[in-house]
């Protein structure tokens, strides 16, 4: 089958094997692949993975091992993409998100989802409603960890946030919080990346523009360091700054202002699938106007390189 | 007076004039003052603070401006050390702590404690018990600082909590921890570095000895990047890290963990001095015993220098 598969390098294959499904899994035929910023790290070195990269995805159950699992044949799915060991009190207590041996659909021990064929556990899969379009499925992994943000912060009373990054998943996460009815602000470094935002009726402001402590609350979603600091910056003395970039280290951040602010800084990672696709059918996050492209996987180099220009949000991968 | 005053370096002065003393405030005359690491890096040039240095002291009321004053006459007193602007939203709400125009004693905007004289509103003074003899009410603000930390965790369940770093600060935190019931182990980088906190009836331990992702709470008292990414590895996903030490921004730290993990940083400044003097009454934390010099003010340099050196915990200063 075709593959995108990282192994010293990013390259695509014609020749790799579809993969073995195990007692738990399902085998799935791509329909509809996206790619994300942690793709692209994949592929300059981050979290030294090899194997096929990709967790967004939409496709069709094609095989099951157990006979218990047949009513999935031929349903078109979306899936987590945390596997857990399923043995362990982490595990057992909260599921697998944090489990330390979990692997993880295109990103740790897991072949992922740029290929033809992807396998999962049965446990991870979610149906997709008829009324979900595929281009609005391979939506579901990002818009739950926009969603995550929303769980973290939803026990704080509604306060203005910002969002700062308004890139594939800071968009998402700015209009998932607006939509729960936060008073949202989105923050990006030039007028051109904020004019999503505006079409998406968001207010807006340029980072630079922003007073120190101004905000109670700001979702970092920049991907760069220097994002945070900037998050660190605008955060009231007594506020919260959820972390959602990954970023290198290089860049030192000082930490000062957190000590000093006694800020809260909140990591925030994947989120609930069940609870994304039930956004998607609302159908009222115009998700169409991300894409700004879309690729066969023999053309799937190419694809990368182009999400990884600047200003482009989401380009998406098909058989 | 005396002063060591920080002004293009760090200076001893014998000329310098007595505090005046506004309407709110009170003068008080220095018996005892203590150096924290706060001092020793605003001598590297944290907080580009210029005057009289010094925030940890005991000493007795000489003047007020104030009628209504009087019965603060001839006390003996500890401070606390934000002076608020008193009309803003977060002083009326919260108290001085976070206000953004505060002064800090010996660190913003206000003249400090390493001098014969130190001024301070009324509002900040703390009777100190007759019980409470100088050398333990000396203690008394980095006590409240380490029992802020209690006060940030007290509403989670008991569970270990690792204290890094076996300095001034993190001695206090981890036994104020224990003594409120906390499993606490004590780590350090060196076997030299622990023999206090062992005397001291701790648990203790290696950091570099300690598994990756161990501990639920961990607060990170180090005063080193390098502690930090110690507690960041160490800290299990969905834990907790106190980030109680300010260090500079040279070193960089990698948050990932703190996305991947969904790590939850809370930074930690001062604390309560009602409690602090509550817990010198009772008398049953060593403090004696962190005393590693004794200096008069006109040796204030040596003394800071004695106090930068390595394993050296308390030095005090004395008129």
Redesign the interface.
Known sequence: MQALELNKGLNYRQDKPIPEVSADEALIRLKLAGICATDLELVKGYAQFTGTIGHEFVGVVEAVSQETHRHWLNKRVVGSINIGCGICD?CRR?GP??C?NRRVLGIRGHDGAFADYVSLPVGNLYLVPEDVPDEMAVFTEPLAAAIRVFKQLEHWPVKPVAVIGPGRLGLLIAKVLALAGYDVEVLGRSAMSLALPKQWQLKTALVQDVSA?YYDYVVDASGQAGG?SQALRMT???GTVV???????????????????????????CGPFDEALAVLRQGNIPLETMVDGRYSLRDGLAALQHAAQPGVRKILLQP
């Open positions: 982490v909260d998100e944090h330390l402590n945070f009231k003395p007594g972390l959602k970039s990954t970023f290198s280290a290089s860049e030192p951040v000082d930490l000062t202002k957190v000590v000093v602010g006694e800020l809260n800084i909140v990591g925030s990672r």
